[in-house]
C-alpha cells in the first residue's frame, strides 16, 4: 500500500518516519505548502498526490476544518483510502465523507481522532459490531489531565501548570480548546458515533478546568478526592447524552491514577462489561503509530468506523443526574439547591443536592453571567 501524507509538522513528520520500516507499506509523497518542499519527497501540487494512480491511502495531518475536509473529499472521491487524526473535521463532516467512502468503496478511519496511541475507537468499532454499547466515557484530554495532575501532585497554580504543559508540548500557544473542555467534546462525540451510531450535535455540554485554583485543590486534597476532566456518553431514549465536565473521583478510584498527560477511556457493553483502555493520548509517535494502525486495518479490508445508519440528533443530557460539589461566593451560593454546606463565610463551600446536568451548567452560566466565580464538579461518590 502506497501512502501519501497531507501535512509535515508534528504527526505527519512522524506518520512518514514510520511508514519507512512499516510491512506492507510504501511511504509515497508529503504535501508541503509551497515553498517548503526542500526533500525530494515533498510536493506542494496536491494534483501530483490525488491525481497519481499509485497512491493508494491518503493520511491528512493538516488540521482544521478546510482545507482538510476538501481533501477528503478528493482523495475518496479519487477512489483512495483517507485516514485522518483531525477530530474537529471529523466531527464537523465526518457523516458526509463516511457516506462518500461506502460510495466509493474506500476506507474512512480516524481512530487516532481519540485517545492518541490509546486504541480506543479502534477497539469500540469492533465490539460495536457485536455488542450493544451503553457508555463511554473517559479521560481523553492529556493536556487538561497534566495540568490537574501537577496542581494535585505538586502543588502547582493553574497558571503553572499550563506554562509548563505549553513548554513540554502539550498544551498550544492557545490552550482555549484543551482547558475549556471542547477537544474532550469533540472526542466524545466521535465515541458517540461509533458506539451508538449517533452523532450529537447540539444540546452537548462542556465544562472546563479555568475555574479550578490551588485553593479548590487544597480543599479536596483534605477530603481525600482527586479530581480529573471526564468526557462522558449514553444512550438514552431517543438520542444520546454527551458532556464534558470535572468529576472528583476517592483516590482509591483509577481515574484518581491517571498521571501527567496520559488519557483512560471506557466503554460499557451489554456482553463485554466495562473496557479499560490506558496510554499516551497525544504526541508525535503515539498518534502517528494509531494512523498506521489504521492504515493497516484499511489494508486487511476495514472501511468504516461509524455504523451504517449513523445519524446526527441533539444531544439529550436530562438523564446525567449528579451531587456535584460547588466553591462560589456566599451570595451566589444561595441561587443553587443546597443538600450541605462544607464550609461557610465569604467563600462557600458545598454540595448539591442531585440535579441534572443540563441545570448545573445552566446555573453555573447565570451565576458566572451575573459576576460572580464558581467552581463546580460532579462527586462519583458521596462525601457527606
Known amino acids: 500500500m502506497k501512502v501519501a501524507v497531507l501535512g509535515y509538522g508534528t504527526v505527519g513528520a512522524g506518520v512518514y518516519r514510520m511508514l519507512l520500516d512499516a510491512p506492507g507499506m510504501e511511504a509515497g509523497p508529503v504535501l508541503v505548502r509551497p515553498g517548503k518542499a526542500v526533500e525530494s519527497f515533498m510536493v506542494s501540487d496536491a494534483a501530483l498526490i490525488f491525481g497519481d494512480p499509485t497512491v493508494d491511502a491518503v493520511v491528512e495531518t493538516l488540521g482544521g476544518l478546510d482545507p482538510a475536509y476538501s481533501c477528503g473529499l478528493r482523495a475518496l472521491e479519487a477512489g483512495k483510502h483517507f485516514i485522518t487524526a483531525n477530530k474537529a473535521m471529523v466531527a464537523a463532516h465526518g457523516l458526509e465523507l463516511a457516506a462518500l467512502a461506502r460510495e466509493k468503496g474506500t476506507a474512512f478511519l480516524f481512530s487516532a481522532a481519540c485517545g492518541g496511541g490509546v486504541p480506543f475507537l479502534h477497539n469500540l468499532a469492533l465490539s460495536a459490531e457485536t455488542d450493544r454499547i451503553e457508555a463511554v466515557s473517559g479521560i481523553l484530554n492529556g493536556t487538561t489531565n497534566y495540568m490537574l495532575d501537577a496542581m494535585q501532585r505538586r502543588a502547582l497554580s493553574y497558571a503553572d501548570a499550563l506554562r509548563e504543559a505549553q513548554s513540554l508540548g502539550y498544551a498550544e500557544a492557545d490552550p482555549t480548546a484543551d482547558v475549556s473542555g471542547l477537544d474532550a467534546l469533540r472526542k466524545i462525540q466521535l465515541a458517540c458515533a461509533v458506539a451508538f451510531g449517533i452523532?450529537?450535535?447540539?444540546?452537548?455540554?462542556?465544562?472546563?478546568?479555568?475555574?479550578?485554583?490551588?485553593?479548590?485543590?487544597?480543599?479536596?486534597?483534605?477530603?481525600?478526592?482527586?479530581?480529573?476532566?471526564?468526557?462522558?456518553?449514553?444512550?438514552?431514549?431517543?438520542?444520546?447524552?454527551?458532556?464534558?465536565?470535572?468529576?472528583?473521583?476517592?483516590?482509591?478510584?483509577?481515574?484518581?491514577?491517571?498521571?501527567?498527560?496520559?488519557?483512560?477511556?471506557?466503554?460499557?457493553?451489554?456482553?463485554?462489561?466495562?473496557?479499560?483502555?490506558?496510554?499516551?493520548?497525544?504526541?508525535?509517535?503515539?498518534?502517528?503509530?494509531?494512523?498506521?494502525?489504521?492504515?493497516?486495518?484499511?489494508?486487511?479490508?476495514?472501511?468504516?468506523?461509524?455504523?451504517?445508519?449513523?445519524?446526527?440528533?441533539?444531544?439529550?443530557?436530562?438523564?446525567?443526574?449528579?451531587?456535584?460539589?460547588?466553591?462560589?461566593?456566599?451570595?451566589?451560593?444561595?441561587?443553587?439547591?443546597?443538600?450541605?454546606?462544607?464550609?461557610?463565610?465569604?467563600?462557600?463551600?458545598?454540595?448539591?443536592?442531585?440535579?441534572?446536568?443540563?441545570?448545573?451548567?445552566?446555573?453555573?452560566?447565570?451565576?458566572?453571567?451575573?459576576?460572580?466565580?464558581?467552581?463546580?464538579?460532579?462527586?462519583?461518590?458521596?462525601?457527606?
Request: net charge positive.
Open 199 to 384: 452523532l450529537p450535535h447540539d444540546g452537548m455540554l462542556c465544562e472546563g478546568i479555568e475555574h479550578f485554583t490551588a485553593a479548590d485543590t487544597a480543599d479536596i486534597r483534605s477530603r481525600g478526592l482527586v479530581c480529573r476532566l471526564i468526557a462522558s456518553g449514553r444512550r438514552t431514549e431517543n438520542a444520546v447524552s454527551a458532556y464534558v465536565e470535572p468529576v472528583l473521583f476517592p483516590r482509591a478510584a483509577a481515574e484518581s491514577s491517571v498521571f501527567v498527560n496520559n488519557n483512560m477511556a471506557r466503554y460499557m457493553g451489554r456482553r463485554c462489561g466495562s473496557i479499560v483502555l490506558m496510554g499516551q493520548g497525544a504526541g508525535r509517535f503515539p498518534t502517528a503509530s494509531a494512523v498506521l494502525r489504521d492504515l493497516a486495518a484499511a489494508r486487511q479490508g476495514a472501511r468504516a468506523m461509524f455504523p451504517e445508519n449513523c445519524r446526527s440528533a441533539e444531544a439529550d443530557n436530562r438523564e446525567a443526574v449528579h451531587s456535584y460539589y460547588i466553591r462560589t461566593g456566599g451570595s451566589a451560593a444561595c441561587r443553587l439547591p443546597l443538600r450541605s454546606v462544607l464550609a461557610q463565610g465569604d467563600v462557600v463551600r458545598a454540595v448539591t443536592e442531585p440535579m441534572s446536568a443540563g441545570k448545573m451548567h445552566a446555573l453555573a452560566q447565570n451565576i458566572r453571567r451575573d459576576g460572580n466565580d464558581l467552581f463546580f464538579a460532579a462527586l462519583e461518590e458521596e462525601i457527606c
